[in-house]
């Protein structure tokens, strides 16, 4: 079994055939044959035969299959159609655009818009901490603690949650 350039949901361009030039979004990914389905790409007349009396038959217009060498990718980050690239990022294999350098598999952008929610949310609470701080010296030591402690807890809770959606 062949391992494919292209997965379902990535953007392509076709490069070769009636269709060159053409872009859309890949359907269907068949590694086995060497293939995919490209939304509005390759265009092909079915012949539907009408089964019962409640079924129609007529011509149906329907995606046809292309080899997968005919597509190029194109990176969400630069809008160029480019090879790909592999890479090892946090121990998983990810596909690299060769233009620059930026990632096209969607888990390790996930993964990355995580790190940065995490990173506000220690902010936050830094800033939280600093505002806790009352005016008056006789209060100071029972409401510093209540408030860094909730602020301690939501922080918890935040970075839980990033954590369970990722």
Not at 10 to 17: K, S
Not at 41 to 59: D, L, P, S, T, Y
Not at 115 to 130: D, G, L, N, P, R
Not at 141 to 152: E, F
């Amino acid at each position: 079994m062949a391992n494919l350039h292209v997965k379902k949901g990535d953007t392509v361009v076709v490069i070769a055939g009636k269709d060159k030039g053409k872009t859309g979004k890949v359907l269907v990914a068949m590694p086995s044959e060497n293939a995919v389905v490209v939304e509005k790409v390759n265009i092909i007349n079915k012949h539907k035969k009408a089964r019962n009396a409640q079924e129609k038959g007529g011509i149906i217009k329907a995606e046809g299959k292309i080899d997968a060498s005919n597509v190029q990718v194109i990176c969400p980050a630069c809008k160029k159609a480019t090879r790909i690239a592999n890479q090892v990022v946090d121990g998983k294999k990810v596909r690299v655009c060769k233009v620059c350098g930026a990632s096209l598999d969607k888990a390790v952008a996930i993964k990355k818009a995580n790190k940065k929610a995490e990173t506000k949310v220690v902010e936050a609470t830094k800033t939280a901490k600093k505002e806790a701080k009352p005016a008056t010296k006789k209060a100071a030591p029972k409401k510093t603690s209540t408030t860094a402690k909730t602020a301690t807890k939501t922080t918890k809770t935040a970075v839980r949650k990033t954590a369970d959606k990722g």
